[in-house]
Every structure is written in C-alpha cells, then in structure tokens.
C-alpha cells in the first residue's frame, strides 16, 4: 500500500459545481497534513494546512478523518483558474527533519 | 515572502557529463530538499539537509550527490547524466522552528534532459 494515495482524476466539473477530493494515508501516526495546488509545469504551491478540527478558506474547506485515515479537500463555486493538480502531502513524524510524503495528486479541469 | 531561485529552468545534458543543479533559498530555512517529478510517479524525495553539511538520502539517492556548505544553498550533483535521469527537479526548504506543521517551499523547477 502506498503511502498517501489519491485518485488521479480527471475530475471534470462544470463552474460553479461544488467538487471533493479524497486522500489516504498509511501510517497513523502522521502529524501534520497539507494540500498544494501544482499548476501545469509549475512548482507545486502550499494551498492550505489541514487541521484536525477541519479548516475553511474561503472557497476551500479541507477535513481530516484520524479514524479513517484521509483528508478531503471541498472546492465549492468552482472556478475555471481552479483547474490544476492537487497534491495530498503528509508529515509522517519519521525523523530529524520534516520529511513530507506526496500524493501523486489529483487532476481537476474545471469547464465553461 | 518565502523565495526558493533554481538557477536554471532547462538544461539540455549529455549522457556521461556531471551536472550541477543549483538551489538557493532566502529565508533561512534549516531544512533543504531536492525532488524529482516524473509522470505518474509524482514528487519522489531524493536527498534532503537538515543543516551545513549534513544530509540523509531520500527514496531515490542512486546517481545523485548533494551538498549543502552554506545553509541558503543546496547543490544536487549528478555525477555522470544518464538518459534516466531526464526528468523535472524540484528543490524545496521548510522551517524546523514548528516542524510539524511547516511545510515546504518550492522553487519553480528545472526542466532537465539527458541525451
């Protein structure tokens, strides 16, 4: 079993839809979660922390689940400059240094 | 604003040369990444710092170096470029002061590609 594992997607939306991605991961004692946005041969960027309370940033609501093992990320209203990859990263607490985990991510094409 | 410069976009090798990869980040980060992205295999963690002069291999060290001999430049060296190592490096730097919840910083990438 992977690490941290996504759905590659595509996942094809209409604007305005209200779209939900779901991550796994292994190991339960992870500490720290995050999701990162990476646009089309660009570098991925920080989208937002994940927070076991759940969090929301405007559009965005990211949940975690410890039971269950997954964080979900909801885009809702969506935009077509919400179109990118979405990369699922964990902290899995392994050492001297933090050393995060990646999804392979998962695609969103948002449409007119 | 957090600032991660990779000093080339693209660089086009041949098979055999020794490559160097630059990284220099500007906000004093302890910890230093280099990553490789490759289609349907995602980020792939290939050598990281937590400090000058240290480093610890990551899942994919073999063909690679690296060295760190100040704390805001991170070098990744393939020793001799090999067609399999053509791929998009990433490096990245994140804070040891809230570890847990720092997370990383990316620079925008180089594009290499061995021949």
């Known amino acids: 079993r992977k690490e941290v594992e996504q759905d590659p997607g595509p996942f094809n939306v209409p604007e305005g839809a209200t779209v939900a991605f779901n991550c796994t991961y292994s190991?339960?004692?992870?500490?720290?979660f995050f999701w990162y946005r990476q646009d089309c041969r660009k570098e991925p960027k920080l989208l937002m922390s994940v927070y076991s309370s759940g969090n929301e940033d405007g559009r965005f609501t990211a949940q975690l689940n410890r039971a269950s093992q997954y964080i979900s990320l909801l885009i809702r209203d969506s935009k077509l400059s919400d179109s990118a990859t979405y990369l699922c990263v964990v902290n899995p607490l392994t050492g001297t240094a933090s050393k995060l985990t990646f999804g392979t991510g998962t695609r969103l094409q948002v449409t007119l | 604003d957090v600032k991660v410069t990779q000093s080339s976009r693209y660089l086009v090798k041949r098979t055999g040369e020794k490559v160097f990869l630059e990284c220099v980040q500007d906000?004093?980060?302890?910890?230093m990444f280099w990553y490789r992205q490759d289609p349907g295999l995602g980020l792939r963690l290939i050598y990281f710092?937590?400090?000058?002069?240290?480093?610890e291999k990551g899942d994919i060290p073999e063909g690679y170096s690296v060295s760190r001999e100040k704390k805001e430049r991170f070098s990744l060296i393939l020793e001799s470029a090999s067609t399999n190592q053509t791929s998009m490096y990433l490096c990245?730097?994140?804070?040891?002061?809230?570890?847990?919840?720092?997370?990383?910083?990316f620079g925008n990438g180089t594009r290499l590609t061995v021949t």
């Open positions: 990245a730097s994140s804070s040891t002061t809230g570890a847990f919840n720092s997370p990383l910083h």
């Open positions: 906000m004093d980060h302890e910890n």
């Open positions: 190991n339960s004692a992870s500490q720290s």
């Open positions: 710092s937590y400090d000058v002069k240290m480093k």
